[in-house]
């Protein structure tokens, strides 16, 4: 990238414009920060969206001189999932990482559990080492990553993990993951459930 006068005194007076963070018209953000935390969110009356597919994108504090509340918005990108921006305390100043919007992970839609099967089937040998799944971030707010396991099939097989909604969602709602249990020699599958 070529510096020219303008970016390098830009780069000379960040420090002295309104800490949170300074653009570029080129594309830099550099962030400043702030010595003070930010008041408390606002808590905001979403309107209804505007059509389907819409995601409403929360107001946050910004910076500019003084705390000022951004006001949330609705917006539409189709194949994209928005990223919320946060505060973050780095070293006891604030800096504000901003909200980007990201390709949408591939949504994989499993049915839920079944009922559970009677007897227990005991494997001998152990599941493998589980497979670190790259899942991206949520289709909704109220969606809960149900991680991929080993299943036996004849041999180990992994299943593949996917975004679950809670059927009945309430507080303190969530998922408590299936696992593995070492029984007498073998190993038995406990599943998975919601709470």
Known sequence: MKITPLLFAGLLLAPLASPAQVRFGIGVDVAVPVGEAP?????????????????WIAGHWG?????????????????????????????????????????AAPMVVAPPPGPPVSGEVVIQSAPPAPIVETYGYAPGPDYVWIGGRWAWQGRWVWVRGYWGRHPHWHPGGGWVAGHWDHRGGGYVWVEGRWR
């Open 39 to 55: 008041p408390p969110p606002y808590t905001e009356v979403m309107t209804a969206a505007p059509g389907p597919g819409y995601v």
């Open 63 to 103: 910076w500019h001189h003084r705390w000022i509340w951004m006001r949330g918005h609705w917006d539409y990108r189709p194949g994209y999932t928005w990223a919320a921006g946060h505060w973050a305390n780095v070293n006891g100043n604030w800096v504000w990482t901003e909200g980007a919007w990201v390709t």
